[in-house]
C-alpha cells in the first residue's frame, strides 16, 4: 500500500551543491591566474620583485618623506615630493596671472560651463538640443564677455594675462567646439562627387597631417604677421587656439570620413529616393548614424587634442605645464625636488580629465553596442 | 523658364559650385600673397635662399656630421635633420620592441603581468608627451651626478649630467675581410633560402633555414674577426680637466627625448598590437590546436602573419607620430629639425618664408616616405585573394 501511492513533491528546489573543490575562492584563483605553469609562476615572482622594487621608493617619495606645508624652499631638501610648493603657487597654477579680484569670472565660467556638460554627458537627461545650443552659442559669447570683460562693463583682463590651468580648458573647449563641425566639412568635402572640392579637402587634410603641431604653432606666431595685410595683428593665444582647432580638424575630418564610410550605400539611396535635399539627408539620416559609430573616434581626438593643449607652451604661453615650468624657476623654491613634483602634479591634472574622457567614451560605446544588439 | 532651369540641372550646379569653391581658395591664396609681398616689400627682403651659404655662427650641442660655428647655415640645416632622423631612427626601434613586449604582456594569462601592462598603457598614454619630455629631462636627469662623480658602467662607459659616455669602436685596416665575410654569408644565406624554399615545394622536406642562416651570418664573420685578431680598438673616453673626451657620447636632451618619445609611443603601439592579437578569430587558433601545432608554431604561422595584416597600418601612423613628436625636442633644447632652422636660423636671419617652407616640406617628405616604405610591407603581408 505504500508502495503503490509513493509520490513524492518536493515542496522547495534542491540546494544547490557546492562547486567542486578548487574551483572557486581565492586559492584556486590564484593557482589559476598567477601560478598555472612554472612559466607563468617565475612571471609572477619577478613582476612581484619589480613592483617590490618600484612600489615603497614612490610611496616614500610622495608621502612619508614628502613636505606638506611649508613656506619656502628649506621645507623641501629631504628629498620627498615638495608638496608645499604646489600649496603655494596654486592661485598661479589655476589663474595664471589673471587679476586676484577678477578671479570669480574664472569660476562663474567654470561653473556655467559644467552647468551645460553635465546634462549632455548623461544620457537620460532630456532636451538634449536645446543644451547643445547653450554650448556652442550661448556660453562661448558669456564665457568671452566675461573673462576679457568687453561688452559687460567689467575691468578688461588681456590675454596675456591668463594662464594656469584655465588657458588650458579654454584652448581645449575651443579647440573642441571649432574642430569638430570643420572636422565634419571637411570630411564631407573629401567625400564629394565634385572633384574640385574633393582635391581641395584631400589636400588640406593631408597638409595638416603631415607636419608637426609645433612647426604650426611656430608657423602661426612667425608667419601669420606676414600673411595679414601690414598693421592688422592677432591676440598670441586666439593664433595658437586657432591653429590647434584647424590641426585637429584634420584629424577629427579623417575620423569622421571612417564614419562615412561605414554607412552602407543603401541609407545613401534610401535617403535619396525619399527626396531628401543634400542637407536635410545629411542632418536627418547620414550623420547620425555615422557619428554615433565614430564616438569613440572623436572622444580619442578630443583627448590628443587636451593633450596637445600643452604644446602652447613651446611659443611662449602659460597653460597649465608652462605656469608649472615657470613656477619651478622660483629661487623661493629651488630644490632638486621641486621639478619632479611639479611635473608630477601637472601629469596628474591631466590623466585624471583624459582618463575620465577615455572612461566616458567606453562607457559610451557599451550603451551603442548595447542598442545595436538588440536589433 | 531657362534660368530656373539652370539652377536645378545638377550638372550646372556641381560646376558653378566649383568654380566658386576653387575661386574661393585661389582668391585667398592671392589675398595672402599680396600681402606677403607688401610686408616683405616694407621689411625690404624678398624671397631668397641665398642666406643658407652665410656663415652660422653658433654652435650646435650634438654635431653627428663635421659642423663648426664657420659652417653655413645651409649645413647647420643638414645637422638638425640629422638629429632628427637619429632620434626619430632609435625611438621607432625601441618604441617598437618595447610596444610589442607590453602589448604581448596585456595578453598574457599572468593576472599580475598583464595588470601591470594595462596600468602602464593607460598611465603613459593620458599624459602629454610635452610633459614626459620635460619630465625626464628637469626632473629626472638632474638628479645624475657631475663629471667628477660620474657613474661608472662596464667596459669603460659612464654616466654623468652630461651624458652618456660609450666607447666608440675605431676599424683597422683588417676590417675589411669581416665586412667581406660577412657579405659572404648574406648572400650564401639568400642562395640556401631559396633552395630550401624549392625543395620544400618539390618534395614536402623542410629545412631548418632561420637556424642555418642565423648561425651563417653570425659565426662566419665572428671567426673571421677572430682569425684577424680582432681588428677593433676600443676608444674609451677618458676624464680630463672638467670633462669627458673620446667614446660616443648621448647627450642628456636626446637621452630625455629618446626616453619619452618611446616609452609613449610604446603605450600607443601596445595597444595596436593587442588590438591586432585580438582580432584573429578563435576559430584558427582552435583549428591549429586541432591539426596539432604546437603553441611555439601556431603563434609564428598562424597568429602573428594574421595579426600583421591588422597591426601594419596604424603602426605606420603610430611611427608617423613619432617623427613629427621628435620636434617637441625644441622645449628641452636638443637640436633637431625645428630646434636647430625653426628656432635659431630663424632669429638669426629673419627669412621666416624659406625656413618655415624647407622645415614644413622636410617633414612632409619624411611622412610621405615612411608611409611609402610601410605601404610596400602591407602590400607584402595583406591577404592574397584569389
Known amino acids: 500500500m505504500a508502495g503503490e501511492d509513493a509520490t513524492f513533491l518536493r515542496p522547495a528546489p534542491i540546494p544547490p551543491r557546492a562547486p567542486p573543490r578548487g574551483v572557486r575562492g581565492p586559492i584556486p584563483w590564484l593557482r589559476r591566474n598567477l601560478f598555472s605553469s612554472p612559466a607563468n609562476t617565475v612571471t609572477t615572482i619577478l613582476v612581484l620583485l619589480f613592483l617590490a622594487w618600484t612600489i615603497p621608493p614612490l610611496i616614500r617619495w610622495a608621502f612619508i618623506d614628502a613636505a606638506w606645508t611649508g613656506e619656502d624652499r628649506s621645507v623641501c631638501l629631504d628629498g620627498g615630493a615638495c608638496w608645499a610648493f604646489i600649496g603655494a603657487k596654486i592661485n598661479l597654477i589655476l589663474y595664471g596671472q589673471y587679476p586676484p579680484a577678477e578671479r570669480w569670472r574664472v569660476v562663474v565660467v567654470a561653473v556655467l560651463f559644467i552647468a551645460g556638460v553635465v546634462p549632455l554627458a548623461i544620457p537620460k537627461v532630456p532636451g538634449k538640443r536645446w543644451n547643445v545650443v547653450y554650448l556652442l552659442i550661448a556660453f562661448p559669447v558669456i564665457a568671452f564677455m566675461l573673462l576679457t570683460g568687453i561688452g559687460v562693463g567689467l575691468r578688461h583682463v588681456p590675454t596675456d594675462r591668463w594662464g594656469g590651468l584655465f588657458v588650458t580648458l579654454v584652448t581645449a573647449v575651443f579647440g573642441i567646439v571649432i574642430s569638430l563641425p570643420l572636422g565634419i566639412l571637411l570630411a564631407l568635402g573629401r567625400r564629394s562627387r565634385l572633384p574640385v572640392v574633393r582635391w581641395l579637402s584631400a589636400g588640406f587634410i593631408e597638409l595638416w597631417r603631415g607636419v608637426p603641431l609645433v612647426a604650426v604653432l611656430f608657423m602661426a606666431s612667425v608667419m601669420l604677421p606676414i600673411f595679414l595685410p601690414p598693421g592688422v595683428t592677432f591676440d598670441k593665444l586666439l593664433r595658437a587656439m586657432l591653429c590647434i582647432a584647424i590641426f585637429y580638424s584634420a584629424y577629427m575630418a579623417e575620423v569622421v570620413r571612417g564614419g562615412l564610410q561605414a554607412i552602407p550605400k543603401g541609407q545613401y539611396e534610401g535617403s535619396m529616393a525619399l527626396g531628401l535635399s543634400f542637407l536635410q539627408r545629411m542632418r536627418l539620416v547620414i550623420m547620425p548614424q555615422a557619428l554615433t559609430v565614430v564616438i569613440p573616434g572623436i572622444v580619442n581626438t578630443f583627448i590628443a587634442l587636451f593633450k596637445d593643449t600643452s604644446l602652447i607652451m613651446v611659443i611662449g604661453l602659460f597653460d597649465l605645464l608652462g605656469m608649472l615650468k615657470s613656477a619651478t624657476n622660483d629661487s623661493d623654491w629651488a630644490s632638486p625636488s621641486v621639478p619632479a613634483t611639479a611635473y608630477v602634479f601637472a601629469g596628474l591634472i591631466f590623466w585624471i580629465f583624459c582618463f575620465g574622457l577615455s572612461r566616458y567614451s567606453i562607457f559610451i560605446e557599451r550603451r551603442l553596442e548595447r542598442g545595436r544588439q538588440r536589433r | ?386
Not at chain 2, 651659404?53 to 640629422?82: K, W
Not at chain 2, 599624459?127 to 638632474?142: K, M, S
Not at chain 2, 682569425?227 to 636632451?253: C, D, H, K, M
Not at chain 2, 597600418?313 to 636647430?340: E, F, M
Open chain 2, 1 to 386: 523658364m531657362p534660368f530656373a532651369g539652370l539652377l536645378n540641372d545638377t550638372r550646372v550646379r556641381a560646376f558653378v559650385l566649383q568654380l566658386l569653391a576653387f575661386a574661393g581658395v585661389v582668391a585667398f591664396v592671392a589675398w595672402i600673397v599680396s600681402n606677403t609681398g607688401a610686408n616683405l616689400d616694407r621689411l625690404g627682403m624678398g624671397i631668397d635662399f641665398g642666406f643658407l651659404d652665410d656663415r652660422a655662427g653658433f654652435n650646435i650641442v650634438q654635431t653627428p656630421i663635421p659642423y663648426t660655428n664657420d659652417s653655413t647655415y645651409f649645413r647647420a640645416f643638414l645637422v638638425g635633420l640629422v638629429n632628427t632622423l637619429i632620434v626619430s631612427a632609435l625611438g621607432i626601434v625601441l618604441a617598437t620592441i618595447v610596444g610589442f613586449a607590453i602589448g604581448i604582456g596585456r595578453l598574457s594569462s599572468n593576472w599580475l603581468l598583464a595588470r601591470l601592462c594595462t596600468v602602464y598603457v593607460e598611465t603613459i598614454r593620458n599624459v602629454p608627451l610635452l610633459l614626459q619630455v620635460v619630465f625626464w629631462f628637469e626632473a629626472v636627469l638632474v638628479l645624475l651626478p657631475r663629471p667628477q662623480a660620474a657613474i661608472t658602467l662596464p667596459f669603460g662607459a659612464n654616466i654623468n649630467n652630461r651624458g652618456l659616455y660609450l666607447p666608440a669602436p675605431a676599424a683597422e685596416p683588417a676590417l675589411w675581410a669581416v665586412a667581406i665575410a660577412l657579405l659572404l654569408a648574406i648572400v650564401a644565406t639568400v642562395v640556401l633560402a631559396r633552395w630550401a624554399r624549392r625543395r620544400q615545394a618539390a618534395t614536402g622536406k623542410p629545412f631548418p633555414i632561420w637556424t642555418v642562416g642565423a648561425a651563417l651570418i653570425l659565426l662566419g664573420p665572428l671567426v673571421v674577426f677572430l682569425l684577424a685578431g680582432s681588428p677593433v680598438r676600443w676608444e674609451v673616453p677618458v676624464f680630463q680637466r672638467l670633462n669627458f673626451t673620446g667614446g660616443i657620447v648621448i647627450i642628456p636632451e636626446l637621452a630625455a627625448l629618446l626616453v619619452a618619445l618611446s616609452l609613449y609611443t610604446a603605450a600607443f603601439i601596445a595597444e595596436v598590437v593587442r588590438a591586432g592579437v585580438l582580432a584573429v578569430p578563435r576559430g584558427q587558433l582552435e583549428a591549429a590546436g586541432a591539426i596539432g601545432l604546437p603553441p611555439g608554431l601556431t603563434m609564428r604561422k598562424v597568429v602573428i602573419p594574421q595579426a600583421l595584416r591588422v597591426i601594419t597600418p596604424p603602426l605606420t601612423n603610430q611611427y608617423l607620430n613619432l617623427i613629427k613628436n621628435s620636434s617637441l625636442a625644441v622645449a628641452i633644447g636638443y637640436p633637431d629639425l625645428v630646434g636647430v632652422f625653426k628656432n635659431t636660423v630663424l632669429n638669426q636671419t629673419g627669412r621666416a618664408i624659406e625656413v618655415i617652407g624647407i622645415t614644413m616640406a622636410v617633414y612632409l617628405f619624411i611622412s610621405l616616405v615612411t608611409a611609402l616604405a610601410m605601404n610596400l610591407f602591407n602590400a607584402r603581408v595583406a591577404l592574397r585573394e584569389r
